[in-house]
């Protein structure tokens, strides 16, 4: 009875334990880009040179971030972002 015991509690403190240490479900990954910004309309400028961007006439923020560079971290769904590679090609355009 002694070891039915141990046993019973061992299993039950485990049982505790892994539950206690479970993560919660991924839920969907909250994108900023709803399209606040209309990036989605600029989406033709991936692949073409970050200069391209210097060209448009926007009445919303632009922000082009060339690759690593130091930029804000200050959210702005009404900003248009473009993103370019080592290369400086445009690589992603979003909202944020």
């Known amino acids: 009875m002694k070891y039915f015991t141990l046993l019973s509690?061992?299993?039950?403190?485990?049982?505790?334990t892994a539950c206690s240490h479970t993560r919660p479900e991924p839920t969907a990954r909250y994108l900023p880009d709803n399209d606040m910004c209309s990036a989605s309309q600029f989406q033709t400028y991936v692949g073409k040179p970050l200069t391209?961007?210097?060209?448009?006439?926007l009445d919303e923020?632009?922000?082009?971030i060339?690759?690593?560079?130091?930029?804000t971290m200050d959210f702005n769904l009404h900003r248009i972002n473009f993103l370019a590679d080592e290369k400086g090609v445009i690589s992603r355009v979003y909202c944020g």
């Open 9 to 16: 509690s061992l299993v039950l403190c485990s049982a505790i």
């Open 52 to 57: 391209a961007v210097d060209a448009l006439q």
């Open 61 to 64: 923020p632009v922000r082009a």
């Open 66 to 71: 060339p690759a690593y560079a130091s930029v």
